[in-house]
T-cell receptor
Framework: KAGVTQTPRYLIKTRGQQVTLSCSPISGHRSVSWYQQTPGQGLQFLFEYFSETQRNKGNFPGRFSGRQFSNSRSEMNVSTLELGDSALYLC????????????FGSGTRLTVV | GQQVMQIPQYQHVQEGEDFTTYCNSSTTLSNIQWYKQRPGGHPVFLIQLVKSGEVKKQKRLTFQFGEAKKNSSLHITATQTTDVGTYFCAGPENNAGNMLTFGGGTRLMVKP
């Protein structure tokens, strides 16, 4: 079956702009989580959505937001981009209760210049 | 909040040598998961341990969950160049749905 699909793979934006990243989870997975990965901070949790509801939110400013649609696809948005937002943004889907862990997408590499 | 720490941060080994990475949580975990991320890739789920003192093997990889469910280890016997990558442990935040806290990872480099 198809894996977790993230688009776009690469993105270059200018400071102050906004960006929207997309994630399509594995069919049947209703939980979608987003992580930011940087060399200095590692993998940091952004938020988790389940059945179109944000179930958890990490310690990120309000410029970071997300949503989930009825088909479980999810988007995250970052407004007023800062240089420090440059990172690999990873989406992961999972089937709640199963012992299979997260399945990560390939990520979106965001560079803010 | 919960903290998950891993040591060492980096490890260089000669091909054929063994490798171990250790993971410690500030809180008791309901389970611990391990992931591998190849250079330029994304994390890939390896295994989940649930029971106190549990030991699981996957070919040359041995995973352990501590008796107190606060620490874990991953041991690779006779490393190969295909083992290169960063190994992460992760534990769920208590009563927090599907949210995982990841350790900082151990980057393994193997010299052929």
């Amino acid at each position: 079956k198809a894996g977790v699909t993230q688009t776009p793979r690469y993105l270059i934006k200018t400071r102050g702009q906004q960006v929207t990243l997309s994630c399509s989870p594995i069919s049947g997975h209703r939980s979608v989580s987003w992580y930011q990965q940087t060399p200095g901070q590692g993998l940091q949790f952004l938020f988790e959505y389940f059945s179109e509801t944000q179930r958890n939110k990490g310690n990120f400013p309000g410029r970071f937001s997300g949503r989930q649609f009825s088909n479980s696809r999810s988007e995250m948005n970052v407004s007023t981009l800062e240089l420090g937002d440059s990172a690999l943004y990873l989406c992961a889907s999972s089937f709640p209760g199963a012992n299979y862990g997260y399945t990560f997408g390939s990520g979106t590499r965001l560079t803010v210049v | 909040g919960q903290q998950v720490m891993q040591i060492p941060q980096y490890q260089h080994v000669q091909e054929g040598e063994d490798f171990t990475t250790y993971c410690n949580s500030s809180t008791t975990l309901s389970n611990i998961q391990w992931y591998k991320q190849r250079p330029g890739g994304h994390p890939v789920f390896l295994i989940q341990l649930v029971k106190s003192g549990e030991v699981k093997k996957q070919k040359r990889l041995t995973f352990q969950f501590g008796e107190a469910k606060k620490n874990s280890s991953l041991h690779i016997t006779a490393t190969q160049t295909t083992d290169v990558g960063t190994y992460f442990c992760a534990g769920p935040e208590n009563n927090a749905g599907n949210m995982l806290t990841f350790g900082g990872g151990t980057r393994l480099m193997v010299k052929p």
